[in-house]
T-cell receptor, first 114, second 115 residues
Framework: DAGVIQSPRHEVTEMGQEVTLRCKPISGHNSLFWYRQTMMRGLELLIYFNNNVPIDDSGMPEDRFSAKMPNASFSTLKIQPSEPRDSAVYFC????????????FGPGTRLTVT | SQKIEQNSEALNIQEGKTATLTCNYTNYSPAYLQWYRQDPGRGPVFLLLIRENEKEKRKERLKVTFDTTLKQSLFHITASQPADSATYLCALDEARGNYGQNFVFGPGTRLSVLP
């Protein structure tokens, strides 16, 4: 198995631009998670999906952030408009079912907003 | 307020010794607690999961304990090796009633095993 796949690996954009991060979970996993990691705040859960349905999005910082999972093998996290404080590493992870199973993380997308 | 603390930001130990990392939490009642390892520039990697009704879990050189009374988990690496050098994160689930569940990571402890 290729593991969780994320793209792009690095993204540099200017403030105000739209950013779209992509994730392909491990085949057969029913839950998908989006995290953000910064030095100041550590690793934070933004949103997670069970069977393509968003279960808890209370970690999404603002309306500028949105996430979709149109099918079992693809998810996007979109930031529009982006701001410098959104600069972070964004991880996608998947698990068999929910938060009570081990999660497999992707390599992350390093986002820099100038 | 809810908080997860890990004993120290960094821990240095000599090769061959046992490393003990601590995870303390307040105002959570997790049913599960997990430990992950993260290397620089990479995503976290799952190591062990322990349930609230389990006192101890082992996997090769790793051992985890979970004390729900003390609200503490201990993570041990025996016969430590330089390759064990990494940041170790504890994480727990948080039930939100009608709002699903959250998953919260601690700040991590950076372990350095010196040859």
């Amino acid at each position: 198995d290729a593991g969780v796949i994320q793209s792009p690996r690095h993204e540099v954009t200017e403030m105000g631009q739209e950013v779209t991060l992509r994730c392909k979970p491990i085949s057969g996993h029913n839950s998908l998670f989006w995290y953000r990691q910064t030095m100041m705040r550590g690793l934070e859960l933004l949103i997670y999906f069970n069977n393509n349905v968003p279960i808890d999005d209370s970690g999404m910082p603002e309306d500028r952030f949105s996430a979709k999972m149109p099918n079992a093998s693809f998810s996007t996290l979109k930031i529009q408009p982006s701001e410098p404080r959104d600069s972070a590493v964004y991880f996608c992870a998947s698990s068999l079912v929910g938060v009570r199973y081990e999660q497999y993380f992707g390599p992350g997308t390093r986002l820099t907003v100038t | 307020s809810q908080k997860i603390e890990q004993n120290s930001e960094a821990l240095n130990i000599q090769e061959g010794k046992t490393a003990t990392l601590t995870c303390n939490y307040t105002n959570y009642s997790p049913a599960y607690l997990q430990w992950y390892r993260q290397d620089p520039g990479r995503g976290p990697v799952f190591l062990l999961l322990i349930r609230e009704n389990e006192k101890e879990k082992r996997k090769e050189r790793l051992k985890v304990t979970f004390d729900t009374t003390l609200k503490q988990s201990l993570f041990h690496i025996t016969a430590s090796q330089p390759a064990d050098s990494a940041t170790y994160l504890c994480a727990l689930d948080e039930a939100r009633g009608n709002y699903g569940q959250n998953f919260v990571f601690g700040p991590g402890t950076r372990l350095s095993v010196l040859p």
